[in-house]
């Protein structure tokens, strides 16, 4: 029973890691004002990137900057759009999802199925994994995990805790007020927009550098959606959004296995459980029954205009 | 405003001599294919496939038996139209059609059973192309269907004679007649070689989820599961096999390359005798649009043995099945054959029809798990 809520744990862990790094990606994003609904397309776009890049050179270090690099690009083409050309944020994000599908794909295309030699293997942490059930869990993953053990604090610490963080809470608020106050507000958002698609790609990357070792078209199956119903669920905070990561990951894992211990229930049940959770806990969240104010960014969404004002 | 009126009367003359000139190559083509008399070499094929045609899995399979296929015939590549990522909807499906038709192609092939309905109604207001389309049989459509479960006898049988335990696992995608006959196939061929065997079944519910399929692995696994079956078109499994020490076999092309340690040997779709066949019948002007290829034998093939992980009493033990099945000696679903619930399928000394089979509803009595 013990080893079964370790391997559970475990994998929730991964599961919920490869769809962290673009909840958090979305959450600097959303924060700065900008939306960015084609993660999905972006998440491809690092995946099939990461994974060219290993298979050619067999080195994961080459191979992640070239995902980060490849996220960047994006964001630059994406911030140049939403926030030089002003142009719709909701459209903008379509076309990035449709257009990351697509070119993915055809650059992959000679490479669909192959395996590399290389990936994310498990690294025991000294000590720490020796500690029962826990340690299991939390301490014998890869590299792309431990990193996110270090980047969810270190993001709540930014946004809650600085100076650059309470600028980034009024960028999504009122950038209005910071323009007044003389700081570049487009260029702030420019550099939001492109750190979030570079987490945003590293996702992917966890697709194919470290839960697998290969690449097929349109392979992250909808996580880039559950990232970003993630951030909204979080109430945009990366505390939160581990936390939901982790009940969706726990809750889509925990299906199979009911699958075996509860075999009388159709299967269709425990596939629907994750997507179930997932309503509630927005309606719990972000319900207008709540008296608490739902966090949304006041100006995400809206065209910044100095001109305009 | 002089400049403006010749402007727009210069792009209205370029789009109608452009207008124009399609219509008349068009006329011309058709003019040309309906003359020509149709032989191996002028055959042109058009296929339509869900996915790419290198996906590693069920559209890899299609594409590769295409092509064997069409090498036997002498028909060269270049003959074969093919057009991928094409979604199971109308408008996908019918402009996939159209832009093959425009083309010229005499033989379309759908690699996926959701084209049917649409692929029936395109094909019945144009007889001059012939459709060939996997899945159940629907009008004006050649339909054609592999005994997989054939395939999974042995895939289960190999499994049952190497695993140390009684119980073995199956991953599933989604639950389909072709699918619950695979489960079936693979857990009655574990029986065949170990009468005490038991099959845990642990389904995806998606035709290509490598999260899921992952899981599924992993989940069999932390049940003490070494030896597994899979219907999953993804290499997680075997991937996942490999790196907890556990095996299992391949499933839609050989996928040994990509887990050398886990794979024992891949089920493998060969379409390639009943395209043979299909396109014979095109070039020969017989085609039939009634006729139904439900076929076993060398259609439910298997990869060459993984010699570093399956002993050789094994290889011989398996092939001399794979004999038995081919000459009728064993019938995979022959009774007497009870289901997981206890109901009796097929009395002692009979076998079940090839419909009930197609469309099977049930799972074996061996079977842990439900649909």
Same mark, same amino acid.
């Given at each position: ?93 379509? *076309?990035?999802? =449709? /257009? $990351? ?6 650059? @992959?295309?000679?490479? &669909?199925?192959?395996? %590399? ?73 420019? *550099?939001?927009? =492109? /750190? $979030? ?6 996702? @992917?990357?966890?697709? &194919?550098?470290?839960? %697998? ?97 | ?371």
């Amino acid at each position: 029973m013990m080893a079964l809520i370790i391997s559970i744990g475990a994998a929730a862990v991964v599961y919920a890691v490869s769809i962290l790094y673009a909840a958090i990606g979305e959450i600097f994003s959303q924060r700065a004002g900008i939306m960015n609904l084609g993660i999905e397309g972006i998440m491809l776009m690092g995946a099939v990137s990461g994974f060219l890049t290993v298979y050619h050179t067999n080195s994961l270090a080459l191979a992640m900057l070239a995902v980060i690099c490849t996220g960047a690009i994006l964001g630059l083409v994406f911030a140049f759009l939403t926030v030089t050309l002003q142009s719709d944020q909701t459209v903008c994000g379509m *076309a990035f999802l =449709i /257009f $990351g599908s697509g070119l993915s794909g055809f650059i @992959g295309k000679k490479v &669909t199925g192959i395996a %590399t030699a290389v990936k994310f293997h498990d690294i025991s942490i000294p000590l720490l994994h020796k500690i029962p059930v826990i340690g299991k869990i939390f301490f014998q993953q890869d590299l792309l995990v431990y990193c996110m053990y270090i980047i969810i604090p270190l993001s709540i610490f930014y946004i809650y805790k600085t100076r650059p963080g309470l600028i980034l809470r009024a960028l999504g608020e009122n950038p209005a007020a910071l323009d007044t106050a003389g700081i570049h507000v487009f260029a702030l958002r420019y *550099a939001y927009v =492109i /750190f $979030g698609c570079a987490m945003i790609a590293i996702s @992917g990357a966890c697709i &194919t550098l470290s839960y %697998t070792n290969f690449w097929n078209e349109g392979m992250t199956g909808g996580k880039g959606w559950i990232a970003f119903s993630l951030v909204a669920f979080s109430r945009w905070n990366p505390g939160f959004a581990a936390l939901g990561a982790l009940l969706f990951g726990g809750i889509s894992i925990l299906g199979i296995n009911l699958q075996i211990y509860l075999p009388g229930i159709p299967t269709q049940f425990y596939s629907m459980l994750p997507y179930a959770a997932t309503v509630v806990a927005l309606i719990i969240t972000t319900g207008s029954f709540r008296k608490q104010h739902t966090a949304e960014p006041a100006a995400l969404c809206q065209k910044y205009d100095r001109e305009g004002r | 405003m002089k400049k403006k009126l010749i402007s727009i009367l210069l792009v209205v003359a370029m789009a109608a001599m452009l207008l124009t000139g399609c219509s008349g190559n068009s006329g011309n083509q058709t003019k040309d294919t309906a003359k020509a008399k149709l032989d191996y070499s002028n055959i042109k094929i058009g296929e339509i496939t869900s996915l790419v045609v290198n996906d590693g899995g069920w559209c890899q399979a299609t594409h590769q038996s295409l092509l064997a296929a069409m090498k036997e015939l002498g028909i060269p590549e270049e003959n074969l139209k093919v057009i991928e990522n094409v979604a199971e909807d109308q408008v996908s499906v019918t402009n996939a059609y159209n832009a093959l038709a425009s083309e010229g192609v005499n033989l379309i092939v759908g690699a996926s059973a959701g084209y049917a309905t649409f692929l029936s109604e395109l094909a019945g207001k144009n007889s001059n192309i012939i459709v060939a389309q996997q899945g159940d049989q629907v009008p004006n459509l050649i339909g054609y269907q592999i005994r997989n479960y054939e395939g999974m006898f042995l895939a289960g049988y190999a499994c049952a004679l190497m695993s140390p335990t009684d119980t073995l696992g199956f991953a599933a995608s989604m639950s389909e007649a072709s699918v619950r006959g695979a489960i079936n196939g693979y857990a009655l061929g574990a029986k065949y070689a170990n009468p005490n065997a038991k099959v845990k079944l642990v389904w995806a519910n998606s035709w290509y989820d490598v999260d899921i399929e992952t899981q599924s692995a992993k989940t069999l696994i932390n049940q003490g599961i070494k030896y597994m079956g899979m219907e999953a078109s993804s290499p997680a499994i075997p991937q996942t096999c490999q790196e907890n020490g556990a095996y299992c076999i391949g499933y839609n092309v050989d996928m040994k390359d990509l887990a050398p340690k886990a794979v024992l040997f891949s089920y493998m779709w060969n379409f390639a005798p009943i395209y043979k066949d299909i396109i014979t019948s095109v070039v020969e002007g017989k085609a039939d649009t009634s006729k139904y290829y439900y076929e076993g034998g060398e259609c439910a093939n298997i990869s060459a043995f993984n010699e570093a992980i399956v002993p050789k009493d094994v290889q011989d033990k398996v092939l001399q099945v794979k004999a038995d099945l081919a000459s009728g000696k064993i019938k995979v679903f022959g009774g007497e054959l009870k289901d997981n619930k206890g109901n009796i399928l097929v009395p002692a000394g009979q076998t079940m029809s090839d419909d009930k089979i197609n469309t099977q509803q049930f799972l074996v009595e061996n079977v842990i798990g439900s649909f």
